[in-house]
């Protein structure tokens, strides 16, 4: 089994920054494409990047040029920078850990909000 511990979420001003950290355990990290998803209130689960195991990313257009995923495979651990933060971007994040088996592994989510 593959346990994920995220942590770094909580409530921002707008045009605040936050940096989101997943730490996996029980799964082979390193060879892996991880990354996070969020969901906002009364909408669908969408991406907001991920990063293959050579260190190639994908943004989701919401968030390109404002967040920053990166990865340290000696800690078994993926990062989400997010930097000036709008409203919008309120959700539950969630991290896309390695798979057990042939399936993928989800975190628990973690609540980002952007308010004044």
């Known amino acids: 089994q593959v346990r994920l511990v995220e942590s770094g979420g909580g409530l921002v001003q707008p045009g605040g920054s936050l940096r989101l950290s997943c730490a996996a355990s029980?799964?082979?990290?390193?060879?892996?494409?991880v990354g996070w998803y969020r969901q906002p209130p009364r909408k669908l689960r969408e991406l907001v990047a991920t990063?293959?195991?050579?260190?190639?990313?994908n943004y989701g257009d919401s968030v390109k040029g404002r967040f920053t995923i990166s990865r340290d495979n000696a800690e078994n651990t993926v990062y989400l920078q997010m930097n000036s933060l709008r409203p919008e971007d309120t959700a539950v994040y969630y991290c896309?850990?390695?798979?057990?088996?042939?399936?993928?592994?989800w975190g628990q989510g973690i609540q980002v909000t952007v308010s004044s």
């Open positions: 029980g799964g082979i990290f390193s060879i892996y494409t």
């Open positions: 896309l850990g390695p798979p057990w088996g042939l399936r993928p592994t």
């Open positions: 990063i293959t195991s050579g260190g190639s990313t």
